[in-house]
């Protein structure tokens, strides 16, 4: 009360400045009064005063229209309130808590005597310092398109209700709505006023109890114009598919027109928006024949909304469940032929329901309990019928019979709306209803969603599984083919050559293994260019692994092979003949147990395919990868380590080997068995500890694999094979030069003979 007194006090000496700003800051229609002027019959009159919001936008028009006509009816029926004349005037507030406390101070001031209770406001910004006001005089006041939650504490505003429900049930029927869509990952937006503001405030609670994630919260100052574009991107970012939207029908339709531009947001990705009563109602899509309101207004939004009303298809969400009753279609009917315009707002079975609850609760305080109205009014007397109002059971236009809860908010079920196409035209369809009071869902209809299907959108982005990069891939596999004509070509060239002095010095039988060895390395480029599974994941290994024992145990044993003959001969010692039996016999030992260790890796290990999200973008996409325990992988290049250590060394002590007969072997395969083995070891060095422990990205892991792969096949290939061609066809050009001059030498011999010539 003090503090009510209080801002009445200060009011009353700032109305005049009130009335300076109204008139230079607002539109013609900011701060207006408008009164209806009736020939009243003799009876008493009460004073209805209401708090309205009236703008630009044709829909908000609507509302003191319906009340209006409800009062006629109540004035013209004799049954209600037979001697009392309802006069109703309002104010348009146009949401200014400054206009709405200094109309309410003015007319307050002139007509308390005779006010039984209040009407509105339009937007709970306006609704609240007149409801603290109202508490001074015990003044009902019934509210009709509030939802601030706010105005449900019944402390600070005893004396208010409203037909509506707060904000904090809506925040219920989106996570009503979240479950029976089965989303457990979402986001939301909000204008930063205290209704939206508290609207996401109260999601967020409800949906932390219900194990649903709000991935990103974002907001704006709440006026067109401020760009959302940051919290949008965020959204994008972070993969939000499913954002609750808090704001009033301006701010939406910005939303909606910004999202279209932004990568993962837009109706190719089935974004969800899930809006509230503020806005996801008649006013977001106007009907196209309203341009015959007469409000020049109209043809320009219809303009601006061609696009929104496109992007709008396929969004939810929810307003207050509406009736389909023969009278509301009467009502409906009436205020075309009187206005020349459908009724267009969300609340207008409220605003026009409002004025019947207030005349029906005098009626049953008056004629019904017998407690007359006193006059002037007192407030006891308006105490009376704030309690009798609380009572009310009232059926009106809205589809609920009106009700009131503790708290002063009508009981009321929420329908979920979905904005579809139909016939060129932009209509709402109600798929489901929920009521706050039971926490149920009724579907009432399918969904059509923004990609036009009825597949319920997922609550993530569809995830991207990526394995390497496409280009890469394809890059290496083309490269890969060219080498492996390599060794191909090798393969041919050896068997032409095969019983050649020079091929069977260095044993074309491992040879030939060399070059199935480089072979087998060379095709593990194209199976880890395939995304792996946990049938293939180990392939990969067994290819790499077998290929280099094949390799290197031949090369091992040869060049131990050379060290040892040449050793022996140092030490004037004839060696004995080492017999190919017994060397194959090493090697295929040596390749037996690397097989086995395979072997045992697989059984033992169990590879399998494993997944990880992308750190730079881990909503969106998920790298594939093989799984393993890196402790066998140590363990066997630990030993292959070893082994190449040991030919390092003995490669260097025959390196510098010569053969000194002429005409036996043109080149020292030993200093190339030594290229070799130094190739594979440095290559193996610089390689393999980035694949185990310095890099998880895939498309390194593959480059430097192909990398290591191809430059210590292709060394082996030139290294091994190409001085022996080129030592072979030296020979061959020898062999024929020298058949030459023999031939050239047997001719002259035969001339020099014959004695005519």
Request: proline share 5%; aromatic share 10%.
């Amino acid at each position: 009360v003090k503090l009510g007194l209080l801002v009445v006090f200060l009011f009353s000496l700032l109305a005049p400045l009130y009335s300076q700003v109204c008139e230079e800051e607002c539109c013609d229609l900011c701060g207006s009064v408008t009164e209806y002027t009736n020939d009243v019959p003799p009876r008493r009159v009460l004073e209805i005063w209401g708090i309205y919001n009236v703008g630009v936008d044709v829909t908000t028009h609507s509302n003191p229209i319906m009340t209006r006509m409800a009062i006629d009816v109540i004035n013209a029926d004799p049954d209600i309130l037979p001697d009392f004349f309802l006069n109703f005037s309002w104010v348009n507030t146009e949401c200014s808590a400054r206009i709405a406390l200094g109309q309410a101070v003015d007319f307050f001031g002139s007509h308390m005597d005779q006010i039984p209770a209040i009407i509105g406001g339009g937007c709970s910004v306006a609704t609240e310092p007149v409801a603290l006001l109202a508490n001074v005089y015990s003044l009902p006041q019934l509210g009709y398109s509030s939802t601030g939650s706010d105005l449900s504490d019944k402390i600070k505003f005893p004396y208010f209700m409203r037909l509506i429900s707060s904000d904090s049930k809506q925040a219920r029927a989106w996570l009503g709505a979240a479950k029976h869509f089965n989303w457990k990952r979402v986001g939301t937006l909000n204008s930063q006023e205290s209704i939206h503001a508290n609207l996401a405030a109260d999601f967020l609670k409800g949906a932390t109890k219900a194990g649903i994630e709000v991935v990103s919260s974002g907001s704006f100052p709440g006026s067109q114009g401020f760009d959302m574009t940051e919290a949008l991107q965020e959204f994008s970012q972070k993969g939000v598919t499913i954002i609750f939207l808090a704001c009033y029908d301006t701010d939406a339709r910005t939303v909606i027109r910004l999202m279209e531009d932004i990568d993962g947001l837009n109706a190719a990705n089935n974004t969800v928006i899930v809006g509230t009563d503020a806005w996801l109602s008649s006013n977001l899509l106007y009907p196209q024949n309203s341009d015959n309101s007469g409000l020049p207004v109209i043809e320009e939004n219809l303009r601006k909304l061609d696009v929104i009303r496109e992007h709008a298809v396929g969004i939810i969400g929810f307003t207050f469940a509406q009736g389909n009753s023969e009278r509301r279609q009467a009502v409906y009917q009436q205020y075309v032929d009187e206005n020349g315009f459908e009724p267009l707002s969300a609340y207008i079975d409220f605003a026009y329901d409002v004025a019947h609850v207030l005349a029906h609760g005098i009626h049953r305080l008056v004629y019904d309990e017998g407690l007359a109205l006193p006059d002037p009014i007192t407030s006891e007397w308006r105490s009376r019928l704030h309690e009798e109002l609380l009572n009310t059971h009232y059926e009106g236009i809205s589809k609920a019979p009106i009700s009131f809860d503790e708290s002063g908010d009508g009981n009321i079920a929420y329908e979920c709306r979905n904005v579809i196409k139909q016939d060129d035209e932009y209509v709402y369809q109600v798929i489901g209803l929920y009521n706050p009071a039971d926490d149920i869902w009724e579907e009432l209809a399918d969904p059509v969603w923004r990609d036009g299907s009825n597949n319920t959108p997922l609550d993530r982005p569809p995830v991207v599984e990526i394995y390497i990069s496409e280009s890469l891939k394809w890059a290496f596999v083309g490269l890969a083919i060219f080498c492996c004509m390599t060794p191909i070509v090798n393969a041919i060239l050896l068997i032409i050559n095969w019983r050649d002095e020079h091929i069977k010095a260095a044993t074309p039988q491992f040879l030939a293994l060399i070059l199935f060895g480089t072979l087998l390395s060379m095709c593990t480029v194209f199976v880890i260019a395939v995304t792996p599974t946990d049938a293939t994941c180990i392939i990969p290994h067994w290819f790499n692994h077998m290929a280099y024992w094949i390799i290197f145990s031949c090369l091992f044993i040869k060049t131990a092979r050379i060290w040892w003959i040449f050793n022996m001969v140092n030490k004037l010692q004839k060696p004995p003949p080492v017999k190919f039996s017994l060397i194959a016999g090493v090697v295929a030992i040596m390749i037996s147990l690397a097989g086995l260790y395979l072997g045992l890796w697989t059984g033992l290990d169990m590879m399998r395919q494993t997944s990880y999200p992308d750190p730079l973008n881990p909503t969106r996409i998920t790298i594939i990868k093989c799984y393993y325990s890196k402790n066998w992988a140590v363990a066997l290049y630990a030993v292959e380590l070893a082994f190449l250590a040991v030919g390092v060394v003995l490669a260097y002590k025959i390196n510098k080997i010569k053969i000194l007969k002429k005409n036996m072997l043109r080149f020292n395969e030993s200093s190339h068995i030594a290229l070799s083995i130094y190739s594979i070891i440095f290559v193996g060095v610089v390689i393999i500890p980035n694949i185990l422990w310095l890099t998880e990205s895939n498309d390194t892991i593959y480059i430097l694999s192909c990398v290591g792969i191809l430059v210590i096949n292709l060394t082996l290939n030139f290294a091994l094979f190409m001085p022996k061609w080129k030592a072979i066809w030296a020979n061959k050009q020898d062999t024929t030069t020298s058949s030459k001059v023999t031939d050239s030498e047997n001719t002259n011999t035969n001339e020099n003979s014959n004695p005519h010539s």
